[in-house]
């Protein structure tokens, strides 16, 4: 399942994209216009701004914006930097493997090849840039 932190993140990353009009936007305005708890938002917009995906303004007329161009962002980066993994079992994960403790023979595992495919179906639409998904409203 998604997290919250990553939703929210998400929803950062696709405000600031679009509504260029609005950036340098500060945490306040983000916050109120998607809905996300403020004091949650600064702790995602610090991580967002770790991982080089939003870069902060300063001064009067300062706040967040896009550390680089959205053709260079995907929901990937953004659900990594706030969740690590996106693979929905850790031996499936190519960036974060561990071997699973109770599995004895992975080349047959079943459950592994089941969420191996789901990974190679899933991952590559989330590694789309962010400027490929539709705007709503």
Do not use: W
């Not at 949650?40 to 770790?50: A, G, H, M, S």
């Not at 896009?66 to 190519?94: T, W």
Request: charged share 30%; net charge positive; proline share 7%.
């Amino acid at each position: 399942m998604l997290s919250k932190r990553a939703k929210y993140a998400i929803k950062t990353i696709l405000f600031l994209q679009d509504h260029p009009e609005l950036v340098p936007a500060s945490a306040k305005l983000i916050s109120e216009r998607e809905t996300i708890p403020y004091k949650f938002l600064e702790n995602i917009l610090r991580d967002l701004k770790t991982h080089q995906l939003v870069k902060s303004v300063r001064g009067a007329e300062g706040g967040y914006a896009l550390a680089k161009d959205p053709s260079m962002i995907s929901i990937a980066q953004v659900m990594r930097a706030m969740d690590g993994p996106i693979a929905l079992i850790p031996c499936i994960s190519e960036r974060f493997y561990e071997s699973c403790p109770e599995c004895t023979d992975e080349e047959t595992c079943r459950i592994r090849k089941l969420f191996a495919e789901v990974r190679s179906e899933m991952v590559p639409i989330l590694e789309r840039p962010i400027t490929t998904l539709a705007k709503s409203g």
